[in-house]
């Protein structure tokens, strides 16, 4: 669990994990001629993009920025808006779930419009892709999902809800691993080798359906 900064008169409640993280990818700087991928998440997303890159080499220049801030945290803004100041994306594969748990549901909800209006300003024209956030299971017993996971499935629908209001389509990953825990590592969050390939597998068809 996370521990909360103090909130001043007007400003966001503001939680934090004990450690924080960001990891910015940004390859092919300085190419030009194909279409400019950013996969935006957490260490979901971190474990899955080096495969995603490679599935699209030649077709797309993959970059990432993955990270512990959650929604509801005006640090995660932030770091988005680094990155797209950097840098212009064409396509734009974002999940953000599994972190923030001192956030209530409806937090989670309110701050979701904020994202997306994050990024369609800092990158504009780009094709938005939302990604469900994956189960939790029990560590050491992978066949039994986490009483997590059902906040999950809620924050799933809520950002399922605006994202069809906003036209952004969907990549269901909670549904390609729903039902195979053998594509779980043995902590009930994070995927191995088998997982990791099926999600970069529909993850890149998802890009390549919108670049087309």
Do not use: C
Not at 15 to 34: F, Q, S, T
Not at 47 to 73: C, F, H, I
Not at 135 to 147: C, D, I, K, W, Y
Request: hydrophobic share 40%; proline share 5%.
């Amino acid at each position: 669990m996370g521990s909360g900064i103090p909130a001043f008169a007007g400003q966001p409640r503001v939680v934090r994990e004990n450690i924080e993280w960001l990891d910015v990818w940004v390859p092919d700087v300085n190419a030009h001629g194909l279409p400019r991928v950013l996969l935006l998440g957490d260490s979901i997303t971190r474990g899955y993009g080096p495969e995603v890159e490679q599935k699209l080499k030649g077709k797309a220049y993959v970059a990432r920025l993955a990270t512990s801030k959650s929604l509801g945290d005006p640090a995660l803004l932030a770091e988005v808006k680094l990155v797209l100041g950097e840098t212009h994306f064409d396509v734009i594969h974002f999940n953000n779930g599994l972190h923030g748990w001192d956030y209530t549901e409806q937090e989670y909800a309110q701050a979701f419009p904020d994202l997306v209006r994050t990024l369609r300003q800092g990158a504009r024209g780009a094709k938005l892709i939302w990604a469900t956030t994956t189960p939790v299971r029990e560590a050491g017993q992978l066949n039994q999902l986490s009483p997590r996971t059902e906040r999950v499935k809620t924050r799933n629908r809520m950002a399922g809800e605006i994202a069809a209001r906003e036209h952004i389509p969907v990549d269901d990953l909670f549904r390609l691993v729903e039902d195979h825990p053998e594509y779980y590592g043995k902590d009930g969050v994070h995927f191995n080798s088998q997982g990791v390939a099926a999600e970069a597998t529909q993850v890149a068809g998802k890009i390549q359906e919108v670049l087309k």
